[in-house]
């Protein structure tokens, strides 16, 4: 076995040598066009797949040189002309290689006065920052501000910097979640906060500033929403177990109904349930009118109306196999096993009713299915006679039918249920902007 896993590594490591070569080769080529910076990332690629290779330390180690003295040059250059990111740019690459390099035991050489024109760079690029963060936000270009800003928090900013920076970015998104407070953007100008709060070194007012817009938004746009119990049309009952749609009433009270997203805050079922009986109109399906009433008897702000329109419970993959049997008298008889699948698909279809206006705003349908193998028995006289072992009397036993019925419904709620929370919460989170 040890020569075999000889014999696989063997080429893989000639093929790794033979790859680290010819980036040494390629670095080789772009120095002598001149081209630095190239250069010494074809080193730190051929250093990376083999770290004894010497010309490629030893390359990374002048080209390395040479790239960061041109980058320090361009920085120059970019700043005296006004181009503070570019020029803080040119450090950023600067400090890559020098950490690439410094990964694989590789010091990089720097001009002398390397730290302090770096730090000089960056602090003049920290201003512009803030001060084009300023300006873009006062133009309403809210976005660009807060971009502006954490650009500029890469550039190793110092405590008081990194303070103006976080009250620069947190001005520019709060500034963006009022605007959107305004437009009745709720959803939107929570956001704008939460993302405020991901700052580091965020101070603690600017922090509570954030909270607070959160909340704000929280206690203007959350709405209260009644969901109904769904219901069947009377063809989809008929294929439907007895125990179905209590089964999915029931659902309504776990997961994940129980955690509704923000800003939805949804009626409690026994409140529903109570309302639906005072109002007559419980164990039916309900028309927007209907949902309408219910709605305002609860101060809902949305109700949601959902009734099963379509049904199928069917048995596929059947197999009959005779059996040879005795009677309790001890007469020969025979009784058929029955074996397959039974399988239960439903269709829910759902409005979102505006109480107020009676209107539909949304619709929509989900579906789900659940199946279980079945066994049964017939016999063409009464299966009480059958002289049978009792794991086989069982097979005419109706209740061992029901209990795969009841399996059956489980699933298929277990499948349902879930499914219909997330299609609902999506619908009302549409109406909510």
Aim: charge should be positive; proline fraction near 4%.
């Amino acid at each position: 076995m040890r020569h075999v896993v000889l014999t696989l590594a063997v080429p893989a490591l000639l093929s790794a040598c033979a790859s680290a070569s010819k980036r040494v080769e390629q670095g080789q080529k772009l120095e002598r066009e001149g081209r630095a910076a190239d250069a010494a990332a074809r080193y730190v690629q051929a250093l990376k797949k083999d770290r004894t290779l010497e010309s490629a330390r030893a390359g990374l180690r002048d080209a390395g040189a040479r790239a960061i003295d041109e980058w320090v040059r361009q920085a120059a250059a970019d700043d005296s002309a006004g181009r503070s990111d570019s020029a803080a740019d040119a450090f950023l690459a600067a400090d890559d290689l020098r950490g690439d390099a410094t990964a694989l035991g590789v010091d990089l050489a720097l001009p002398p006065d390397y730290a302090a024109r770096r730090r000089f760079t960056f602090d003049r690029a920290i201003a512009a920052a803030l001060d084009d963060a300023r300006t873009l936000a006062q133009s309403e270009k809210y976005d660009d501000a807060a971009r502006r800003v954490e650009r500029a928090a890469r550039l190793a900013p110092n405590g008081s910097q990194l303070a103006r920076l976080s009250a620069g970015r947190t001005d520019a998104l709060l500034a963006w979640a009022h605007a959107d407070t305004v437009r009745g953007r709720f959803r939107s100008a929570y956001d704008r906060a939460a993302r405020a709060l991901d700052f580091a070194g965020l101070a603690a007012p600017d922090s509570q500033r954030a909270q607070a817009v959160q909340a704000a938004a929280l206690a203007r746009g959350t709405r209260r929403v009644a969901v109904v119990p769904p219901w069947a049309r009377e063809s989809a009952r008929r294929a439907l177990p007895d125990d179905a749609l209590p089964a999915l009433a029931e659902s309504l009270v776990d997961e994940p109904w129980t955690e509704p997203p923000r800003f939805v805050d949804l009626a409690p079922l026994p409140l529903v349930q109570r309302e639906l009986r005072r109002l007559d109109l419980s164990r039916r399906a309900l028309s927007s009118s209907d949902a309408a009433r219910l709605g305002r008897a609860l101060g809902a702000d949305l109700v949601v109306i959902a009734q099963v329109d379509s049904a199928r419970r069917e048995e596929t993959n059947l197999k009959a196999t005779r059996r040879v049997a005795k009677t309790s008298g001890g007469a020969d008889t025979a009784y058929t096993l029955e074996e397959g699948k039974r399988r239960l698909w439903v269709r829910i279809a759902y409005d979102v009713v505006e109480p107020t206006t009676r209107a539909v705003l949304s619709s929509e349908t989900v579906t789900a299915s659940a199946s279980k193998d079945f066994k049964r028995g017939r016999y063409a006289g009464d299966p009480r006679t059958l002289d049978l072992r009792r794991q086989d009397r069982d097979l005419f036993d109706r209740g061992a039918a029901d209990r795969v019925d009841r399996d059956l419904v489980k699933d298929l709620v277990d499948d349902l249920s879930p499914q219909l929370a997330r299609s609902v919460f999506d619908a009302l989170l549409r109406r909510i902007p």
